[in-house]
């Protein structure tokens, strides 16, 4: 294991328009020769969101999606089935 990361990723509460502003200033830091169509469905999505065009769900699906196929997203990631619903492991 790298000793630089750590061994249970940890989970923090989000903040109010946090989340979103946060996974666009990551995906602007993306580079440029892997920037694909997820890519950019997600950041049109999280832009979207934060001049309130595209609702803050969708733009987290969006992310989300970015990430499962960049190979991010961690294997226990909980994601909600739908509004509301439970939530279940996001198996890669």
Same mark, same amino acid.
Do not use: K, S
């Given at each position: 294991m790298d000793r630089l990361q750590f061994e249970v990723p940890v989970r923090i509460a +989000? !903040?109010?328009g946090?989340?979103?502003e946060q996974?666009?200033?990551f995906l602007q830091t993306w +580079? !440029?020769?892997r920037k694909g169509?997820?890519?950019q469905a997600a950041f049109n999505?999280?832009?979207g969101a934060t001049v309130d065009i595209v609702e803050t769900e969708d733009a987290w699906r969006a992310f989300m999606a970015f990430c499962r196929v960049s190979g991010l997203l961690a294997r226990d990631m909980m994601v909600p089935r739908k509004r509301g619903g439970?939530?279940?492991v996001l198996r890669a």
């Open positions: +989000p !903040v109010p946090q989340p979103v996974a666009l200033d +580079p !440029v020769r169509p997820t890519y999505a999280c832009f439970e939530a279940r």
